[in-house]
């Protein structure tokens, strides 16, 4: 046992017992709340004593107890506090424990009128999700959650950052119409900006995509209304790109489908999400099971 870890124990045991002394009637009537003060401030000390000793759990745990009381004694500032405290430690031993953590600390600013920073932590409880537990539907929920924080606090462009990580594990989880609404929505808002409105391309690109996924008829309708909306994107490479698709699509032509893709690819190097998009679209012709 480290030196920091036996010093964070003696305090915690040192804490318990002020606690249970402020309890009693004496201690009640001689500087009882002076003694809850005195326990919270060994507790925290206690914590990040842990916390030096890389004893992540112990420091959660008593982050965890510290906000507790905070609860018990109406302290909603502190208390929230304490529990992203207690998520920080839990994020490197427990990352379920760290996303509970956070939603409590959620619920309080939620509760406190403090809009802004529970988006944040939304996003963060997403992400832990989202990268640590792998669990996609509830990464989706928070980073939702997170956007229409951060929508009702005029926070247009973080708002967004999150939808369109819906919009990508939502295309992930076959659930292509929710994906376009998303896309198309980000797109148009990107439009309404002379800063953003390059980026529009990549929404309805990505957009396209997916309507490819459900039908190369529904993407040739959907390339019509964006060049609509956006006309130069119907002189980019992308429009271009779902044209010679859906085409190649329709006649079943999956060398031409794989060589046009190739090209793109040389050009513009496609991530992990396009390549998943574009394999699903590729099954969809017989011998199409390669890899593009």
């Not at 939808?163 to 295309?171: E, P």
């Amino acid at each position: 046992m480290s030196d920091n870890e036996s010093k964070a124990n003696a305090l915690v045991q040192d804490a318990e017992k002020k606690l249970n002394s402020s309890k009693s009637f004496l201690g009640g009537l001689f500087g009882g709340q002076n003694k809850v003060d005195e326990a919270l401030e060994m507790y925290n000390r206690a914590g990040n004593l842990y916390k030096m000793g890389k004893k992540w759990s112990s420091a959660g745990n008593t982050f965890v107890t510290v906000a507790q009381h905070h609860v018990k004694l109406g302290n909603k500032h502190d208390a929230a506090t304490s529990y992203v405290d207690a998520a920080n430690c839990y994020k490197k031993s427990d990352p379920q424990e760290a996303a509970n953590c956070l939603s409590k600390a959620v619920d309080i600013y939620t509760d406190m009128g403090r809009f802004s920073i529970a988006a944040k932590h939304h996003q963060t409880i997403a992400e832990i999700y989202e990268n640590e537990i792998a669990d996609l539907e509830k990464a989706m929920q928070h980073f939702e959650m997170a956007a229409d924080f951060f929508r009702g606090e005029e926070s247009n462009s973080s708002a967004n950052k999150n939808m369109l990580k819906v919009a990508q594990y939502a295309a992930k989880l076959e659930n292509y119409e929710r994906a376009i609404q998303i896309y198309e929505q980000v797109a148009s808002s990107a439009l309404e900006s002379s800063l953003l409105k390059y980026s529009a391309k990549e929404y309805f690109f990505r957009a396209s995509l997916c309507h490819l996924c459900v039908d190369a008829l529904n993407a040739q309708h959907a390339i019509q209304k964006y060049e609509e909306q956006y006309p130069a994107f119907a002189d980019s490479r992308e429009a271009k790109l779902i044209k010679a698709l859906s085409s190649h699509l329709e006649e079943q032509d999956v060398e031409a489908f794989t060589n046009e893709v190739k090209a793109y690819d040389s050009v513009s190097r496609l991530d992990q999400w396009y390549t998943t998009i574009l394999l699903r679209v590729k099954k969809q012709i017989p011998d199409g099971d390669e890899i593009c």
